[in-house]
């Protein structure tokens, strides 16, 4: 079975620094897209940053210039630095990946969810 484990969220006030970390385990034989979503409260849950196994990124408009996501392949994890934090991020953050898993004979894609970790940046 795969899964995905969280770890990092907290308190911390406007300006402060929180990283998000995320490891993956089981039966893996390649990870392709990994990436953080956001969901706060009374809104749908939104894409924060993703990075491809080459190490492509993408990012939200909002988080530019002060998120950064980075993974270690060789590790299966990804992670999230978030830096002047704003209380418009607080949300609970989820790790997504989109993960190589045998099937029955063959092999597919598999897309997991973290449990998620809350977020809360004061004012």
């Known amino acids: 079975q795969v899964q995905l484990v969280e770890s990092g969220g907290g308190l911390v006030q406007a300006g402060g620094s929180l990283r998000l970390s995320c490891a993956a385990s089981?039966?893996?034989?390649?990870?392709?897209?990994m990436g953080w979503y956001r969901q706060a409260p009374g809104k749908q849950r939104e894409l924060v940053a993703d990075?491809?196994?080459?190490?492509?990124?993408n990012y939200t408009d909002s988080v530019k210039g002060r998120f950064t996501i980075s993974r270690d392949n060789a590790k299966n994890t990804v992670s999230l630095q978030m830096n002047s934090l704003k209380p418009e991020d607080t949300g609970v953050y989820y790790c997504n990946a989109h993960i190589l898993v045998p099937d029955m004979g063959h092999y597919s894609y598999l897309e997991v969810w973290g449990q998620g970790t809350l977020v809360t940046v004061s004012s």
């Open positions: 990075v491809t196994s080459g190490g492509g990124t």
């Open positions: 089981g039966y893996i034989l390649s990870i392709n897209a």
